[in-house]
């Protein structure tokens, strides 16, 4: 309890102050935040509002009644401050005499309100006296403890009835009221019922005591949080450390680069001042040559007129005339400074060009695959007339150049799509001229799935062995194999629905322009409806009896309905009507134009050619609509644009094709176990590693309209989806 806790100074500063008056609580109310202050404090504070604020946690509080004496009072702090009176009353008892009669009797009492100390017979009268039955008396001799707190609590009395304590609670008055009233105006029935006080306090304290458990929980919850938001602002200033070194690092590399820029600024200007000094030094020494030789020629002149003998100017006219005319007759060839003038801007130009661009921009930051747009803007009054190209360097060194184009609002912009991760550097360059900025460099992410569901089983959503996918409006559909059936997701992997193929294990699918989706099955060919009713079936076995049986291949679906279906053990591609006749057979097994080893799957790109993986060739070979051969692309090798074990195929509306590639390794690839994305004519535009989440096993791919790539994994029973464009 408190005397534990506190000296009796200590006590009555820290428990028994206002916060507003900083004094002894005088009538203490408790706000429904459960702040405690003095009535008069809180009728100063609210200045006449019905609605203010605490003085210490400024929530918001209204009045209940006319004044702050509908708030309830801290019976706790009253007897506190009866415990504190009774303590002063002890300590003045054996030096005071009776606060009424004023003789020497032994001081038995104090009261409350009155402040004064008692005689047994005061004591007795004053609690008599019916003018002062509210005021409260504290016997002496009662224990002086804080911790006995039944008898420091003030005694509610009746205002109906005088003598009568206050020892029942009405609930649905919500009024304490004393054992006549239970008789009177609260007696038991449907609008009042009266019960004792200890048995509806120990209820509320029950109750009370749940949500003390509850609050317990979210004190603790906000400890965490607290905790959670410590760290979070340790690492702010852990990064923004780190950070503020690179930036450090980073000026240090600029300076360290102007630094080496100023030397070849300057080297030039002195092989340039060198160069143009050469001529003038040489002209500057000849006409000091021929001044010399006229001054001479003129000096002889001078003195031979001046001495005035006619014989020495009669024999030498004639070669004075000569010597003079020709002095006349010299022409000063020297034209200015205008041909050496250029070196001064020629200066000025190569110390600007570094830094003619401002920073560069890069818009978000890269990842591996994925476009990146990188601006560049002039410094003002710059003008950029050239051949402006992005470049990019990559951490092995390759340096590759992305041509720019001017935007409407006077920046350049490049797009560059990464391919390898790591750091790289990127600058700007002028054909001619050279660099125009400081270079930025900038870490490449990898492309890891922006999605991944399923795992292996039979249930909604679970797989076994899923070979193929088709996408198809906002609806995807996945051959799950070995569980015989097709389950149909939405694009963010929602189970929808899913319907059986009868027993035969779906290998490749592919969905019609009408909707309705067409499954390679078995040795089927089945055409189902969006629900999963079967609308047509044709067998494919006596297409292939003569090899004695069929591994199953692709499928792929033309607009006009004929379907195009990959022998995979006989080497060969077939073409047939939607209901089911063939119309062409071509292939054999090969290396040369329209052979295959082993063709795996097939699609169509817009205009109804047909593009197979021709997997163990390592290569894409595309037909016309007819099955007619036009070209081929890939080769097997180890470089991101190669192939090795080509599976799924599909096409997207910006007539790329995208590639699901099985690499040569499955315990360490670099480039295998990838996305690849070619435009139509076979150029390679990018591939996807996926270095946080490879694929075990992609077979089926298909594409978004947004980018994404859906592919699904065969041993490891998912589908995992990508953003390649």
């Known amino acids: 309890m408190v005397t534990a806790k506190f000296s009796l100074e200590e006590f009555d500063d820290k428990l028994l ?16 935040c459960l702040h405690t202050f003095c009535a008069n404090c809180l009728e100063m504070w609210r200045k006449g509002e019905v609605q ?4 210490t946690c400024r929530q918001q509080v209204r009045l209940k009644g006319p004044d702050v004496s509908s708030f309830p009072s801290s019976f706790y702090i009253n007897n506190l401050l009866d415990f504190r009176a009774v303590h002063h009353s002890n300590a003045k008892r054996l030096r005071a005499s009776c606060g009424m009669c004023e003789s020497d009797a032994s001081m038995e009492g104090t009261c409350g309100d009155c402040k004064l100390l008692l005689c047994g017979n005061c004591l007795t009268g004053h609690g008599n006296s019916p003018a002062l039955k509210d005021h409260y008396i504290i016997a002496l001799h009662e224990r002086n403890d804080p911790s006995s707190r039944s008898k420091f609590t003030r005694t509610q009395y009746c205002p109906q009835h005088a003598d009568q304590r206050r020892t029942f609670y009405c609930q649905p008055c919500d009024k304490l009221v004393c054992q006549d009233c239970t008789t009177t105006e609260h007696q038991q029935g449907p609008n009042h019922d009266p019960q004792e006080v200890g048995l509806v306090a120990l209820k509320y304290k029950d109750e009370l005591q749940t949500l003390v458990g509850k609050s317990q929980d979210a004190a603790d919850a906000l400890k965490r949080t607290k905790v959670v938001v410590g760290k979070e602002l340790t690492t702010i200033s852990t990064n923004c450390q780190i950070v503020k070194q690179e930036i450090k690092e980073h000026f240090a590399e600029l300076r360290a680069k102007l630094d080496k820029e100023e030397q070849e600024v300057t ?16 002209e500057e020494q000849e006409l000091e040559e021929s001044l010399q030789s006229t001054e001479e020629g003129l000096e002889f002149c001078t003195d031979i007129l001046a001495r005035g003998n006619d014989v020495e100017i009669i024999t ?15 022409q000063i060839q020297h034209e200015g400074l205008k041909n050496h003038v250029s ?32 601006v560049f803007r002039p410094n003002d009054g710059q003008v950029l007339e050239g051949n402006l190209q992005v470049t990019v360097t990559s951490p092995e060194g390759h340096r590759v150049e992305i041509d720019t184009d001017r935007t409407s609002e006077g920046a350049y912009q490049a797009v560059w799509r990464p391919q390898t991760l790591g750091k790289h550097e990127v600058g700007v360059t002028m054909e001619g001229e050279g660099s125009l900025c400081s270079s930025l460099s900038i ?7 922006v999605l991944k569901f399923g795992q292996e089983g039979s249930q909604q959503g679970q797989f076994n062995n899923p070979r193929d996918v088709a996408v198809s409006d906002n609806r995807l559909y996945v051959a799950d194999t070995f569980n015989d059936r097709i389950q149909v997701f939405d694009l963010s992997g929602n189970f929808r629905q899913s ?28 055409k189902f409806s969006q629900s999963g009713e079967v609308l047509h079936r044709f067998s494919m076995g006596v297409y292939v009896a003569s090899s004695g049986g069929t591994v199953p291949g692709g499928l792929a679906v033309q607009s006009n309905g004929r379907i195009v279906v990959t022998g995979n053990k006989d080497h060969c591609v077939f073409l047939f009507e939607a209901n089911g006749t063939l119309v062409k057979k071509v292939g054999r097994k090969g290396h040369g134009e329209g052979e295959f080893d082993k063709p795996n799957c097939v699609c169509m790109d817009r205009d109804d050619n047909v593009i197979v993986t021709d997997h163990d060739n390592f290569r894409i070979q595309v037909f016309d609509k007819d099955l007619n051969f036009k070209y081929q692309f890939g080769q097997e090798g180890d470089q991101p644009q190669d192939m090795c074990m080509p599976l799924g195929v599909t096409t997207d509306s910006r007539g790329n094709i995208v590639l699901a590639n099985l690499g040569p390794d499955l315990s360490d690839v670099e480039h295998g176990l990838a996305v690849q994305v070619y435009h139509s004519d076979g150029t390679w535009v990018s591939t996807i590693t996926s270095d946080g989440d490879k694929p075990y096993e992609p077979i089926g791919i298909a594409v978004t309209k947004d980018g994404h790539a859906f592919v699904s994994d065969g041993t490891d029973n998912c589908i995992r989806k990508y953003r390649y464009w």
């Not at 027993?503 to 089927?524: F, I, N, Q, R």
């Open 17 to 32: 102050t206002c916060p507003v008056c900083k004094g002894m609580y005088n009538n203490p109310r408790i706000l429904p």
């Open 52 to 55: 203010f604020t605490c003085p």
């Open 267 to 282: 080297r030039k200007l002195a092989k340039m001042e060198k160069t143009q000094k050469e001529p003038l030094m040489k």
């Open 316 to 330: 030498l006219r004639k070669q004075l005339e000569d010597r003079l005319d020709s002095l006349c007759s010299s």
């Open 343 to 374: 070196f001064r801007s020629t200066v000025h130009i190569s110390c600007e060009l570094s830094l003619t661009c401002k920073p560069l921009v890069i818009t978000e930051p890269p990842v591996e695959s994925l476009p990146t747009t990188v």
């Open 443 to 449: 870490d490449v992410g990898t492309n890891n799935p």
């Open 499 to 526: 319907f059986p193929t009868e027993a035969a294990s779906p290998w490749s699918l592919s969905v019609h322009t009408d909707g309705s989706l067409v499954v390679y099955a078995g040795e089927e060919v089945v």
